[in-house]
């Protein structure tokens, strides 16, 4: 673990000189506590220098290079404060939510059955999100482990975030792109209030050019917090248990609408023909599992 915590603050410091780097390393390794833990698998235990310095060096490696999922992962993690017990609040409150922090569910390609999926019937929620996987070229498997909260529970909550996020695409009908993410980023900090939702929020848009930083603004944004600020906590969510339930039926649940329209990569004709691909390959699979032998 003390690797793991090493590795990140070299990677926050990169720019740094190699003597100014060695210095603030030993220092740092000097100012953890030696009884300090890791309280669940993945954990990194941090001192208050520690958790400081993690927190200007992903915030600057961040911004400089929004590629960096690790410090974008890191920085979401160090600066969450309180935002992360009010969710946890948020999730104890509803009958849903309290299943998942009972459950503790993952979103990955290894507890999602994406065939499944895929043979469900159109407008449904797994067919839905499926699709969107197909059109917009991802898969759930990116997210970064959390490592440096140190309550369990509310690592989990982090780690739900971020398994979740492909769902709020998928709901709102947003592609993988910089505009659409800054938009995104709107909408979750008025809806789950994570300060690192709102630090994307505020300077991600220096990266775009005049006129997309302007419709971002004048379309984007108002959308954004009106729906992201009315919906209901989108953290209380079993997305996994509503995968038959109609994409419509739960967006008007939830208050939710969909976003301006998104410039996007691939036509939805193509990634619908890949998912029913898809779901005819698992059909054809489970056809010839179930044909007695030759």
Known sequence: MQNIAKSSFVNCLRLSKPSVQRSVIAFSQQSRSTSSKPNYEG??????????????GSAFMAITNPRRGDMVAALGETTAGPSLSWLRDQMLGSAEGRKILKERPRVNSSTVTMDQLAQLPDGTLGKAYVTWLERC??????????????????????????????????????PVNVESELALKWFEFANLGLPMTGLAALFGPLRLTPQKRARLFSEYVPWALKCGGSAKS????????????NVEDIKKELGIWDAPPARWSRPLSEAKEAAERRAHQASEGASNLKAPNA
């Open 234 to 245: 989108l953290i209380t969510v079993y997305w996994e248990e509503r995968w038959t339930q």
């Open 43 to 56: 954990h990194v235990p941090l001192s208050w220098f520690q958790t400081g310095l993690l927190t200007v």
């Open 137 to 174: 070229g991802v898969t759930p498997d990116t997210r970064e482990p959390v490592h440096y909260i140190e309550d369990p529970e509310l690592a989990y909550v982090m780690q739900r975030y971020r398994e979740c996020h492909d769902f709020y695409h998928c709901i709102c009908n947003m």
